[in-house]
């Protein structure tokens, strides 16, 4: 535990692939607890966001604080067993393998040894997700869209994290779906967990979070408290389809 | 020694065109031919026994590659539903398939006993000392006439095309083009290519034997066209001069260290071969040469996912 | 940018190669420099098991003839290559034997397919070239007195093996058959010999080089009970025929080619004595009687008795290159080569020791050279006749002559 | 008929191994290891050294060769694979020709090439009625469903397993899962050095050892390995099976020297009607 409590910190990070910045100089804090949605239009470096947050991409520049720790050299799984836990878009579940497994490795090779039991935090993370408790032996392949989302986020809920990272959790669903899912998300953040949600419907994303960021080209526009954006004309007028 | 070299120059002059009908097929179209040596053996015993018949070498020559073409095309009907490694295998295993037949079949092709005394073009107008050179000046024209072909073809229509379908066969399909028409055109000219130095391959030595092609031809094919820079012809042609060299400069071992048995020597230039040939490609990640119109960040993004 | 570094690199490399071949060829034009003899032999691939024994030989008479003084006044030197048993590789280390290193003939050369494709070449360029090979079609077609192979050829060796099984009081026989021009080539003499000589054969396989497993064709073959089977392979593919004959529980005798089954010892080591006991085979001789034989076993360090074919023949292959170059005082392929057949046709006393030849011929002496593989005599085409052929059988991991056929 | 059958199943499970070893490091780094014939023969070799130079028991020698295969392939992994992960699987590929290249020669270099067999006595097959079976065969049967039990152990029951599994099937997934791909690669390797070291035991048992012994099962190996669907591990045993009874039986049909063109077109056939491989699940390139 660090003495300013923050769970993730983004100083001045430059990223991209092959040499190429699309990410120019983000900055964020994440404190403990909050709930933060990144917005932005299509390009605008969303999951490039992301995956350097957690680790899947090499920053070319800037520091990540982890708990106050810097992380910026550790990789995704170094970074996970020190409690950041990830839900990536698409390809986020371990298609070949059973449900259980699939929440049993997100436990794992991340909770420290001898910590929380497995079948207890099997419990707690059913508890959150009641709706898989019966696919636990079905292959994760086979599930629709929405349960595999479920699965991902359980999975990614098994250790215990302190920081969970969503990115579009409601892609390809459909809308019933996707609202469905937003309500299991309230339920997560509820439980105390300190959540970091990229979205694309911005309207299901802002309402899910305390706090919001727009990015644009690679930076950071505006951050501000989720209902001051859905407040400002202008970002309603260019991100939230005059919703 | 200006008789090796020459010689040796008439072998680097065939591999380069096998390098480059290779890169036109895996490095620009993205199909793994791992049966090139069959096509190429297909092309020398056409050649030859078209030879040995008595029909004139160059127009033996023609009718391998318009052969091979024709085979190669219709293999490539099966690359549709195979995606690249199972294709490699199935190419792969064709030829082998095709190295049988050669062995057994003797009322065709004379099985193990191979092919001799194949004539040679221009043969009785050359003098007899100048042969070999005639050879290489006619191998040397082969590959300035495919390497220029295969440029055109690059940065032609047809060649963006042939990339694209490389890169994302679905939007070539999107587009309305057809992605089987586009392979099938791909397999025809490159199996062409094979036929042509399969041919050459015959011209050179005046004899064949099924022992000859196997698939350290592909091996060196390959070899030729990732360390020369996929995609790009005039890296292959860089690249075949440098393995040549190395392949057979190593014969030169011998001489230099006398006090080992010549097995040992036998054994420590294939390990230097070997060793070599891991170590270009990890000092030597892009190559020799760049694939034209530069859709360099395209294919990097292609290659290392 | 990136084309320029690798070229210069190409380039230092290629100044390097072609100044050091010019180096080499440069010194072998004095007259005092050594005479060089190319061995060309498989170090690598299929015939690999054979590579050392062929290049322990030549140099082991490169040495005899060397103590004796050499041959008109020079030494002989060798250079081996390797042809990995592929005959394109052959023939790049050929041309790098003639054109760089200058050599005046070519020995050794196990493989028939790099006889084939080496022979043009040798005889385009006038440089002698012996083998071991054994395809009766090395020795056809124009050869300018160039080509001569020290090895039976395959139709008189397939016919010895039918006598041997007539001896043996085989009736039926079996083939197997390894697809290679050699070996091929026994094949028919012998299915003719056998026949006309009573018996029947039952069946006949043909299987690849490198084959991971035997285990159909020896099913195939062996489970029909012939008497006698008739194993045309070299010893990699014999030793695992022979190990699978017999875990299989079949006891039909197998006769093979002595370069195989005994190869120096080697299969009997390798299949151990209970596999390899009663296994029969043949191989021109006299081997085990010759002055010359004995004279290179001991150059070589290897006990009396050993059955070393390729080594006998390729011994006499650089003795009588020796020979032939002391006698016609020339080191032109296209002058010695012409003097094969005389110096073991002549109807002379016979001299086996290399030494005691190289003096005769300096003194003007009439004689003839009598071979470590065997005591033959050459035919106009380069083929050697007049050859007997050993019946020999494995007893308790041993090789026995137990007779002779001519 | 029945003898057929038992031989092909033999020869199949032989292929099993390496097969196996094969698909299971495609699955997982996402290249074909051309260099797995010339890590068979190492193996026979090292066991070769053990069993017969230091005059150990076979199995204590097939052991200790397993584990110093194991460590061997690490370290080629270390040394040549690893500079090129980022780059295409055909780099790969070609990097792993030379590798091969290099191991078989350097094989030669130490051992010559004449052919060699284990201090192991040759004996004379069980029968069962007309049913012939050798004690190669025995002990390959044995030996090779002991491995595939073992293997299956540890891919279905363990944590290592499941890391395998979870890298193979998403590699950016199971990075953020905690689980370490460098890690899970080396155990990979080292399951394929030992499976590979087994096979070249077994091989080497059952014909030669030479410095060519891998180099002849290579193709097959790898037709099994796709038969099968290249990126799953056990259905490589299926495809191996397939290849050794296909074979067998096509010699009733044909003459045994083309019985490689029953085993090719067969695969030929079933990659166009099932172009995922025979047991495995669809599988996307890239």
């Given at each position: 535990?660090?003495?300013?409590?923050?769970?993730?910190?983004?100083?001045?990070?430059?990223?991209?692939?092959?040499?190429?910045?699309?990410?120019?100089?983000?900055?964020?804090?994440?404190?403990?607890?909050?709930?933060?949605?990144?917005?932005?239009?299509?390009?605008?470096?969303?999951?490039?966001?992301?995956?350097?947050?957690?680790?899947?991409?090499?920053?070319?520049?800037?520091?990540?604080?982890?708990?106050?720790?810097?992380?910026?050299?550790?990789?995704?799984?170094?970074?996970?067993?020190?409690?950041?836990?990830?839900?990536?878009?698409?390809?986020?579940?371990?298609?070949?393998?059973?449900?259980?497994?699939?929440?049993?490795?997100?436990?794992?090779?991340?909770?420290?040894?001898?910590?929380?039991?497995?079948?207890?935090?099997?419990?707690?993370?059913?508890?959150?997700?009641?709706?898989?408790?019966?696919?636990?032996?079905?292959?994760?392949?086979?599930?629709?869209?929405?349960?595999?989302?479920?699965?991902?986020?359980?999975?990614?809920?098994?250790?215990?994290?302190?920081?969970?990272?969503?990115?579009?959790?409601?892609?390809?669903?459909?809308?019933?779906?996707?609202?469905?899912?937003?309500?299991?998300?309230?339920?997560?953040?509820?439980?105390?967990?300190?959540?970091?949600?990229?979205?694309?419907?911005?309207?299901?994303?802002?309402?899910?979070?305390?706090?919001?960021?727009?990015?644009?080209?690679?930076?950071?526009?505006?951050?501000?408290?989720?209902?001051?954006?859905?407040?400002?004309?202008?970002?309603?007028?260019?991100?939230?389809?005059?919703? | 020694?200006?008789?090796?070299?020459?010689?040796?120059?008439?072998?680097?002059?065939?591999?380069?065109?096998?390098?480059?009908?290779?890169?036109?097929?895996?490095?620009?179209?993205?199909?793994?031919?791992?049966?090139?040596?069959?096509?190429?053996?297909?092309?020398?015993?056409?050649?030859?026994?078209?030879?040995?018949?008595?029909?004139?070498?160059?127009?033996?020559?023609?009718?391998?590659?318009?052969?091979?073409?024709?085979?190669?095309?219709?293999?490539?009907?099966?690359?549709?539903?195979?995606?690249?490694?199972?294709?490699?295998?199935?190419?792969?295993?064709?030829?082998?398939?095709?190295?049988?037949?050669?062995?057994?079949?003797?009322?065709?092709?004379?099985?193990?006993?191979?092919?001799?005394?194949?004539?040679?073009?221009?043969?009785?107008?050359?003098?007899?000392?100048?042969?070999?050179?005639?050879?290489?000046?006619?191998?040397?024209?082969?590959?300035?006439?495919?390497?220029?072909?295969?440029?055109?073809?690059?940065?032609?229509?047809?060649?963006?095309?042939?990339?694209?379908?490389?890169?994302?066969?679905?939007?070539?399909?999107?587009?309305?083009?057809?992605?089987?028409?586009?392979?099938?055109?791909?397999?025809?000219?490159?199996?062409?290519?094979?036929?042509?130095?399969?041919?050459?391959?015959?011209?050179?030595?005046?004899?064949?034997?099924?022992?000859?092609?196997?698939?350290?031809?592909?091996?060196?094919?390959?070899?030729?066209?990732?360390?020369?820079?996929?995609?790009?012809?005039?890296?292959?042609?860089?690249?075949?001069?440098?393995?040549?060299?190395?392949?057979?400069?190593?014969?030169?071992?011998?001489?230099?260290?006398?006090?080992?048995?010549?097995?040992?020597?036998?054994?420590?230039?294939?390990?230097?071969?070997?060793?070599?040939?891991?170590?270009?490609?990890?000092?030597?990640?892009?190559?020799?040469?760049?694939?034209?119109?530069?859709?360099?960040?395209?294919?990097?993004?292609?290659?290392?996912? | 940018?990136?084309?320029?570094?690798?070229?210069?690199?190409?380039?230092?490399?290629?100044?390097?190669?072609?100044?050091?071949?010019?180096?080499?060829?440069?010194?072998?034009?004095?007259?005092?420099?050594?005479?060089?003899?190319?061995?060309?032999?498989?170090?690598?691939?299929?015939?690999?098991?054979?590579?050392?024994?062929?290049?322990?030989?030549?140099?082991?008479?490169?040495?005899?003839?060397?103590?004796?003084?050499?041959?008109?006044?020079?030494?002989?030197?060798?250079?081996?290559?390797?042809?990995?048993?592929?005959?394109?590789?052959?023939?790049?280390?050929?041309?790098?034997?003639?054109?760089?290193?200058?050599?005046?003939?070519?020995?050794?050369?196990?493989?028939?397919?790099?006889?084939?494709?080496?022979?043009?070449?040798?005889?385009?360029?006038?440089?002698?070239?012996?083998?071991?090979?054994?395809?009766?079609?090395?020795?056809?077609?124009?050869?300018?007195?160039?080509?001569?192979?020290?090895?039976?050829?395959?139709?008189?060796?397939?016919?010895?093996?039918?006598?041997?099984?007539?001896?043996?009081?085989?009736?039926?026989?079996?083939?197997?058959?390894?697809?290679?021009?050699?070996?091929?080539?026994?094949?028919?003499?012998?299915?003719?010999?056998?026949?006309?000589?009573?018996?029947?054969?039952?069946?006949?396989?043909?299987?690849?080089?490198?084959?991971?497993?035997?285990?159909?064709?020896?099913?195939?073959?062996?489970?029909?009970?012939?008497?006698?089977?008739?194993?045309?392979?070299?010893?990699?593919?014999?030793?695992?025929?022979?190990?699978?004959?017999?875990?299989?529980?079949?006891?039909?005798?197998?006769?093979?080619?002595?370069?195989?089954?005994?190869?120096?010892?080697?299969?009997?080591?390798?299949?151990?004595?209970?596999?390899?006991?009663?296994?029969?085979?043949?191989?021109?001789?006299?081997?085990?009687?010759?002055?010359?034989?004995?004279?290179?076993?001991?150059?070589?360090?290897?006990?009396?008795?050993?059955?070393?074919?390729?080594?006998?023949?390729?011994?006499?292959?650089?003795?009588?290159?020796?020979?032939?170059?002391?006698?016609?005082?020339?080191?032109?392929?296209?002058?010695?080569?012409?003097?094969?057949?005389?110096?073991?046709?002549?109807?002379?006393?016979?001299?086996?020791?290399?030494?005691?030849?190289?003096?005769?011929?300096?003194?003007?002496?009439?004689?003839?050279?009598?071979?470590?593989?065997?005591?033959?005599?050459?035919?106009?085409?380069?083929?050697?006749?007049?050859?007997?052929?050993?019946?020999?059988?494995?007893?308790?991991?041993?090789?026995?002559?137990?007779?002779?056929?001519? | 008929?029945?003898?057929?059958?038992?031989?092909?199943a033999v020869t199949g499970l032989l292929l099993s191994l390496p097969a196996l070893a094969?698909?299971?490091?495609?699955?997982?780094?996402?290249?074909?290891?051309?260099?797995?014939?010339?890590?068979?023969?190492?193996?026979?070799?090292?066991?070769?050294?053990?069993?017969?130079?230091?005059?150990?028991?076979?199995?204590?020698?097939?052991?200790?060769?397993?584990?110093?295969?194991?460590?061997?392939?690490?370290?080629?992994?270390?040394?040549?694979?690893?500079?090129?992960?980022?780059?295409?699987?055909?780099?790969?590929?070609?990097?792993?020709?030379?590798?091969?290249?290099?191991?078989?020669?350097?094989?030669?270099?130490?051992?010559?090439?004449?052919?060699?067999?284990?201090?192991?006595?040759?004996?004379?097959?069980?029968?069962?009625?007309?049913?012939?079976?050798?004690?190669e065969q025995l002990t390959i049967l044995i030996t090779v469903l002991t491995a595939l039990v073992l293997v299956w152990?540890?891919?279905?029951?363990?944590?290592?397993?499941?890391?395998?599994?979870?890298?193979?099937?998403?590699?950016?997934?199971?990075?953020?899962?905690?689980?370490?791909?460098?890690?899970?690669?080396?155990?990979?390797?080292?399951?394929?050095?030992?499976l590979t070291?087994i096979a070249?035991v077994l091989v080497?048992l059952d014909?030669?050892?030479?410095?060519?012994?891998?180099?002849?099962?290579?193709?097959?190996?790898?037709?099994?390995?796709?038969?099968?669907?290249?990126?799953?591990?056990?259905?490589a045993v299926?495809?191996a099976l397939?290849?050794g009874?296909?074979?067998?039986?096509?010699?009733?049909?044909?003459?045994?020297?083309?019985?490689?063109?029953?085993?090719?077109?067969?695969?030929?056939?079933?990659?166009?009607?099932?172009?995922?491989?025979?047991?495995?699940?669809?599988?996307?390139?890239?």
């Open positions: 535990m660090s003495e300013d409590a923050t769970g993730l910190v983004l100083r001045d990070v430059h990223a991209g692939y092959g040499g190429q910045p699309i990410l120019h100089g983000v900055s964020m804090t994440l404190r403990k607890g909050e709930r933060k949605v990144v917005i932005g239009p299509n390009g605008s470096g969303k999951s490039t966001l992301m995956k350097t947050a957690v680790g899947l991409l090499r920053p070319l520049s800037g520091q990540i604080l982890l708990n106050g720790q810097d992380v910026t050299a550790l990789r995704a799984s170094e970074r996970a067993r020190r409690g950041l836990t990830y839900v990536p878009q698409e390809a986020n579940v371990f298609r070949n393998m059973s449900v259980l497994e699939n929440l049993r490795i997100g436990h794992e090779f991340i909770a420290p040894r001898g910590g929380l039991a497995f079948a207890g935090r099997l419990e707690e993370v059913l508890r959150l997700f009641p709706e898989i408790r019966p696919k636990l032996g079905t292959t994760a392949g086979h599930l629709s869209g929405g349960q595999r989302q479920m699965v991902a986020m359980a999975a990614a809920l098994m250790p215990d994290p302190t920081v969970l990272a969503l990115d579009e959790p409601s892609a390809g669903l459909s809308p019933r779906n996707a609202e469905l899912l937003f309500e299991i998300i309230h339920r997560i953040a509820d439980s105390g967990v300190t959540l970091l949600l990229i979205e694309q419907n911005t309207r299901l994303g802002l309402g899910a979070a305390d706090n919001g960021v727009v990015l644009v080209a690679g930076q950071v526009r505006l951050a501000a408290p989720t209902a001051d954006i859905l407040a400002n004309e202008n970002i309603r007028r260019l991100y939230l389809g005059g919703a | 020694m200006t008789a090796y070299l020459i010689a040796t120059l008439t072998l680097v002059a065939i591999t380069a065109i096998t390098g480059l009908a290779l890169n036109l097929q895996w490095g620009m179209g993205g199909l793994v031919n791992f049966g090139l040596f069959g096509f190429y053996m297909l092309g020398a015993y056409i050649c030859g026994l078209l030879t040995v018949q008595g029909v004139p070498p160059l127009a033996s020559l023609v009718g391998a590659m318009c052969s091979v073409a024709l085979l190669s095309a219709l293999v490539s009907l099966i690359t549709v539903r195979l995606s690249e490694d199972y294709l490699a295998i199935v190419t792969l295993g064709f030829a082998e398939c095709l190295r049988l037949f050669i062995s057994y079949e003797e009322w065709l092709t004379r099985g193990t006993l191979g092919i001799a005394g194949i004539e040679r073009p221009f043969q009785g107008l050359v003098p007899a000392q100048l042969a070999d050179t005639a050879l290489l000046a006619f191998t040397l024209i082969a590959v300035a006439l495919v390497y220029g072909a295969l440029q055109a073809l690059a940065f032609s229509p047809f060649g963006r095309l042939v990339r694209a379908t490389r890169e994302d066969p679905a939007v070539v399909e999107a587009l309305g083009k057809s992605v089987l028409t586009v392979r099938f055109k791909v397999f025809a000219v490159g199996g062409a290519i094979l036929g042509l130095a399969g041919s050459l391959h015959a011209f050179y030595y005046t004899y064949i034997d099924p022992t000859q092609f196997s698939p350290i031809i592909t091996a060196y094919a390959f070899m030729a066209v990732v360390i020369g820079g996929r995609g790009s012809n005039r890296g292959v042609l860089i690249s075949t001069f440098t393995l040549i060299l190395v392949l057979e400069g190593s014969r030169f071992l011998v001489d230099w260290v006398p006090h080992l048995g010549s097995s040992e020597l036998a054994a420590i230039r294939l390990i230097l071969v070997g060793a070599g040939l891991v170590l270009l490609l990890i000092i030597k990640p892009d190559g020799f040469g760049k694939e034209p119109r530069s859709a360099e960040a395209e294919i990097r993004s292609f290659t290392s996912t | 940018m990136p084309v320029i570094g690798p070229s210069r690199r190409v380039f230092v490399a290629a100044s390097f190669l072609v100044a050091s071949a010019f180096g080499l060829s440069n010194s072998s034009q004095a007259n005092e420099e050594p005479i060089r003899i190319g061995i060309l032999a498989p170090f690598t691939g299929t015939g690999g098991p054979y590579g050392k024994e062929i290049e322990e030989a030549a140099r082991a008479a490169a040495v005899v003839i060397n103590d004796a003084g050499g041959v008109l006044g020079r030494k002989l030197e060798l250079v081996a290559a390797d042809d990995e048993s592929v005959p394109t590789s052959g023939v790049a280390a050929a041309r790098k034997l003639i054109d760089v290193d200058k050599v005046v003939a070519i020995s050794g050369v196990w493989s028939s397919a790099v006889v084939l494709a080496v022979k043009p070449i040798a005889v385009e360029k006038g440089v002698a070239l012996t083998t071991v090979g054994s395809a009766d079609e090395i020795t056809q077609g124009e050869n300018k007195g160039l080509v001569w192979r020290f090895q039976t050829n395959g139709k008189d060796w397939g016919a010895a093996f039918a006598k041997a099984m007539a001896k043996d009081g085989i009736k039926t026989a079996s083939i197997m058959v390894l697809q290679t021009p050699f070996t091929l080539s026994t094949i028919e003499p012998f299915r003719k010999a056998f026949t006309e000589a009573g018996g029947t054969v039952l069946d006949q396989v043909a299987f690849n080089p490198n084959q991971p497993s035997y285990r159909v064709e020896v099913e195939r073959i062996f489970s029909k009970e012939p008497d006698a089977v008739f194993v045309a392979a070299y010893v990699n593919e014999l030793s695992a025929i022979a190990k699978e004959t017999f875990r299989s529980g079949y006891d039909s005798t197998i006769y093979a080619y002595s370069n195989a089954a005994d190869s120096n010892g080697k299969f009997v080591q390798n299949v151990g004595k209970e596999v390899a006991e009663g296994i029969v085979h043949t191989q021109h001789v006299p081997i085990a009687k010759s002055t010359a034989y004995s004279r290179y076993l001991k150059q070589v360090n290897k006990p009396e008795g050993t059955v070393a074919t390729y080594g006998g023949q390729v011994f006499d292959q650089i003795v009588m290159l020796a020979l032939a170059m002391e006698k016609a005082k020339s080191t032109n392929a296209l002058d010695f080569g012409r003097e094969f057949p005389g110096l073991v046709n002549a109807d002379a006393p016979s001299i086996g020791e290399p030494a005691e030849a190289l003096k005769a011929i300096r003194e003007g002496k009439s004689f003839r050279y009598s071979g470590a593989a065997s005591d033959f005599r050459f035919a106009p085409n380069g083929d050697q006749t007049n050859l007997t052929y050993g019946h020999f059988r494995i007893e308790n991991g041993v090789s026995k002559l137990v007779g002779e056929i001519r | 008929m029945l003898q057929l059958l038992l031989n092909g094969l698909s299971l490091s495609f699955s997982v780094l996402r290249f074909a290891n051309y260099a797995i014939g010339s890590y068979l023969t190492c193996g026979a070799y090292l066991v070769y050294l053990f069993n017969v130079l230091f005059g150990w028991p076979l199995w204590i020698a097939a052991s200790v060769g397993a584990l110093g295969l194991a460590t061997l392939v690490v370290a080629i992994d270390y040394l040549a694979y690893r500079p090129l992960r980022k780059r295409s699987g055909v780099t790969l590929l070609v990097a792993s020709m030379g590798v091969a290249i290099a191991l078989e020669n350097l094989v030669r270099l130490f051992a010559g090439n004449s052919p060699r067999s284990f201090d192991v006595a040759v004996a004379r097959p069980l029968r069962f009625g007309g049913l012939r079976l050798n004690y152990i540890i891919f279905r029951l363990t944590r290592l397993g499941r890391a395998m599994r979870a890298v193979a099937d998403n590699p950016d997934l199971a990075a953020v899962r905690g689980i370490s791909r460098g890690q899970v690669v080396a155990s990979v390797w080292i399951i394929s050095g030992v070291a070249g080497g014909a030669n050892i030479e410095p060519q012994m891998g180099w002849n099962y290579l193709l097959p190996v790898f037709t099994a390995a796709i038969l099968g669907g290249i990126a799953s591990p056990m259905a299926a495809g397939t290849i009874i296909a074979e067998e039986l096509a010699t009733l049909v044909m003459p045994p020297h083309y019985r490689m063109i029953v085993a090719f077109l067969i695969m030929a056939t079933l990659l166009l009607v099932r172009p995922w491989g025979l047991f495995g699940t669809r599988w996307v390139t890239r």
